[in-house]
C-alpha cells in the first residue's frame, strides 16, 4: 500500500517528504521511519501547508502503531495517546493537524484490540487520496470565479507542495488554466520564510504559467494599477463566522483587495472550516523563530541586538472574503449560517 507524489512518499514502513526547506535550488527529500521523524519535519517545515500537515500526521501515527503494536492494552493506549500528543504538539494554527489525528485516534480506538496497524494505515491513505479529491474538486468550483484573461494575485503557498497534490488557492488557478483559460498570476514572496518566491512561483514556472514575483509591500501598488482581477489564498484555519487565518500578510492583501474593488478569495478544504470556533480571535497564532526575520537562508540582514515580532499567521475578518471556495461549493454571505449549512449542520 504506497502513495506518491510530489509532496510525500508513503511506502508502507516510512514517509518520505520533498524537504521545502531547500526548494527551489535542491529537490531533495527527508525519510522519516518513526512518528518522531515526522513529528520534527512538521516542525521544522520540511512539510508545510495545512492539508499537506493533515496528511504527514495521519502517517506518522502509523508509524507510531507500527512502532508500538507489540504492545498491548494499556500500555499501548499510553503509547498511542504519546504518539498523538507528540505529532499535536508541533504546529497550534493549522487545524488539519487535528482534524486528522482525531480521525486517526477514533480508528485506534476502535480497533486497538484487532490489526489496528493495517486500519490505521488504510486511513491515512482514505485522507491523502481524499485531499487529492478534494483539491480538484476545489478547483472545479473556484475556476468558475476567474474569466479568460484574468490577472491572479496569491500570496504563500498553497499549491501541490501545501496538499497531498493539486493544490487549493493553486489548484483554482490550475482548473482554470486546464479548461482554456489565459491566466497571468502574480505572486507575494511571502516574508519571512518566502513560500511564495521559493515554492509557489517554482510550481507555477513548472506548470507553464505566466508568473510575476513581487515583493509583499508592492501588492497595494499592482492593485492601484488595476493590474489585479482576483485575490485568492489558501486557509489554515476558518471560524464559524468567517474569519480565516492564513499566512502572514493575508490580512494586508484583504484590506488593499477591498479598498481597490478586488474579489478576496479563499480557497480550502471543509476539514479546515472549525465550527468550535466562533471567531478569529479564538484561533491560537504560531509564533516562530526570531531568526527567520533576521536571516535570509544563513545571511544575517538585520542589526545585532534587535528585538523580533514574528507571528506566522494572521486573522482576516470575514467581511473582507469575497467567498470561501470548498470542495462541496463555493460559500457566500452570511458565512455564520452557510458555513454550518455547508457542513451539514444544522443553522
Known amino acids: 500500500m504506497t502513495l506518491k507524489t510530489i509532496t510525500m512518499h508513503w511506502t508502507g514502513n516510512s514517509l518520505i517528504l520533498v524537504d521545502q526547506r531547500k526548494l527551489p535550488h535542491v529537490v531533495e527529500n527527508v525519510v522519516c521511519e518513526t512518528y518522531q521523524q515526522v513529528a520534527q519535519a512538521i516542525k521544522d517545515m520540511v512539510v508545510r501547508g495545512a492539508p499537506a500537515i493533515g496528511a504527514a500526521a495521519a502517517f506518522g501515527y502509523v508509524l507510531g502503531a507500527k512502532q508500538f503494536s507489540h504492545l498491548k492494552g494499556e500500555d499501548l493506549l499510553k503509547a498511542m495517546q504519546q504518539v498523538h500528543d507528540t505529532i499535536a504538539q508541533t504546529r497550534p494554527t493549522a487545524v488539519n493537524l487535528f482534524w486528522a489525528l482525531r480521525r486517526m485516534r477514533e480508528k485506534f480506538l ?72 489565459r491566466l497571468k498570476v502574480y505572486v507575494d514572496e511571502t516574508r519571512p520564510y518566502l513560500q511564495g518566491a521559493r515554492l509557489t512561483a517554482w510550481e507555477l514556472v513548472q506548470l507553464g504559467v505566466e508568473t510575476i514575483l513581487i515583493c509583499d509591500n508592492m501588492a497595494g501598488w499592482v492593485m492601484k494599477q488595476g493590474k489585479v482581477n482576483a485575490v485568492i489564498v489558501g486557509a489554515d484555519r476558518i471560524a464559524a463566522n468567517g474569519d480565516v487565518a492564513n499566512k502572514i500578510g493575508t490580512y494586508t492583501l484583504a484590506v488593499l483587495a477591498s479598498k481597490h474593488g478586488v474579489p478576496f478569495y479563499v480557497a480550502a478544504p471543509t476539514s479546515t472550516i472549525d465550527l468550535n470556533v466562533k471567531d478569529g480571535s479564538q484561533i491560537p497564532i504560531e509564533e516562530r523563530a526570531h531568526t527567520e526575520v533576521t536571516h535570509v537562508g544563513n545571511v544575517r540582514i538585520a542589526a545585532e541586538g534587535v528585538k523580533v515580532y514574528n507571528p506566522a499567521f494572521d486573522v482576516t475578518e470575514h467581511e473582507l472574503v469575497t467567498a470561501i471556495i470548498t470542495e462541496k461549493g463555493v460559500v457566500r454571505p452570511p458565512y455564520d449560517v452557510n458555513l454550518r449549512k455547508i457542513m451539514g449542520v444544522e443553522v
Open 110 to 181: 476502535a480497533n486497538h484490540n484487532g490489526d489496528f496497524v493495517n486500519v490505521l494505515e488504510q486511513e491515512a491513505l482514505k485522507i491523502a487520496q481524499e485531499d487529492i479529491e478534494t483539491n480538484r474538486a476545489i478547483g472545479r468550483h473556484g475556476q468558475a470565479l476567474l474569466k479568460d484573461g484574468d490577472t491572479v494575485l496569491t500570496h504563500c503557498n498553497a499549491g501541490a507542495l501545501a496538499t497531498v497534490d493539486y493544490g487549493t488557492a493553486l489548484g483554482v488557478i490550475r482548473a482554470a488554466i486546464e479548461n482554456g483559460k
